[in-house]
């Protein structure tokens, strides 16, 4: 049981370039989330989703897309990479559990540098 | 979702009990609140959470007011591991937006 994992842990882009973060999770958790946290701030839900094929907004989505073809991977595109982007994202995944509370899982981290 | 306050940092002396404070006064009656908390640039590790009932696991103790508008994260004999910043959540539905938390340093 590997819980979320995160590829890759460390990137350079160059402006205008695009990526994609890869995050999979073994734990056959419904939600899954993408966060940002720029040095010395909380985390930024940028985007979530419920289950597959469900996708929806979170804080700051603007400059990223996902798609939740599947219950274990959830990845988030940068598609023209700005250097407002250079922050630290986590992936995380939780079971679903409207009204009963649920815990959710951050994987390690993908540090992302835009030059 | 409620948003928090919590204190932007406090100290704590190693063995002694940390109260970490944090205030949720927009609150609804279904929503949640979780603590997690971020060691360096980790991935945030959860703590505890609790709808109405105190909460007790071997990490800490969570301590709700009775009208459900503030809690106290108590960890019983903080050690330098502890130290760092601690996140409380008010979330309903799972999803936690996270505010800037409190920064606990534990001091020998």
Same mark, same amino acid.
């Given at each position: ?5 995160? #590829? /890759?842990?460390?990137?350079? @882009?160059?402006?205008?370039? $695009? +990526? ?6 073994? +734990?056959?958790?419904?939600? +899954? ?5 720029? /040095?010395? +701030? ?14 929806? !907004? ?10 939740? $073809?599947?219950?274990?991977? &959830? /990845? @988030?595109? @940068?598609? @023209?990479?700005? =250097? ?25 981290? %993908? ?5 | 979702?409620? !948003?928090? #306050?919590q204190p932007p940092s406090m100290d704590c002396a190693e063995?002694r009990a940390a109260n970490l404070p944090c205030?949720? $006064?927009?609150? %609804? ?6 603590w997690y908390r971020q060691i360096h ?6 703590i ?12 800490a %103790? ?7 508008? $503030?809690?106290t994260l108590i960890l =019983?004999?903080a050690t330098l591991r502890d130290t760092a910043v601690y996140y409380c959540?008010? %979330? ?5 937006? &996270?505010?800037q938390g409190t920064e606990l340093s534990v001091k020998?």
């Amino acid at each position: 049981n590997a819980g979320v994992t995160q #590829t /890759p842990k460390f990137r350079i @882009l160059k402006i205008g370039q $695009s +990526m994609t973060l890869q995050c999979t999770q073994d +734990m056959n958790h419904n939600y +899954m989330y993408w966060y940002r946290q720029d /040095p010395g +701030m909380g985390l930024k839900l940028i985007y979530y989703s419920v289950g597959a094929g469900i996708t929806d !907004k979170g804080e700051v989505p603007n400059g990223y897309n996902v798609s939740r $073809s599947t219950t274990e991977d &959830f /990845p @988030l595109r @940068l598609e @023209l990479a700005a =250097p407002s982007q250079t922050s630290v994202y986590f992936c995380a995944s939780s079971q679903t559990g409207e009204g009963t509370g649920n815990t959710i899982y951050f994987g390690e981290g %993908s540090w992302l540098t835009v030059v | 979702d409620a !948003k928090t #306050t919590q204190p932007p940092s406090m100290d704590c002396a190693e063995g002694r009990a940390a109260n970490l404070p944090c205030n949720h $006064s927009t609150i %609804s009656g279904n929503e949640y609140v979780y603590w997690y908390r971020q060691i360096h640039s980790q991935g945030p590790q959860y703590i505890i959470h609790g709808l109405k009932n105190n909460e007790t696991n071997e990490m800490a %103790s969570l301590i709700i007011t009775e009208d459900r508008k $503030s809690s106290t994260l108590i960890l =019983p004999h903080a050690t330098l591991r502890d130290t760092a910043v601690y996140y409380c959540i008010v %979330s309903r539905r799972g999803k936690l937006i &996270f505010g800037q938390g409190t920064e606990l340093s534990v001091k020998p």
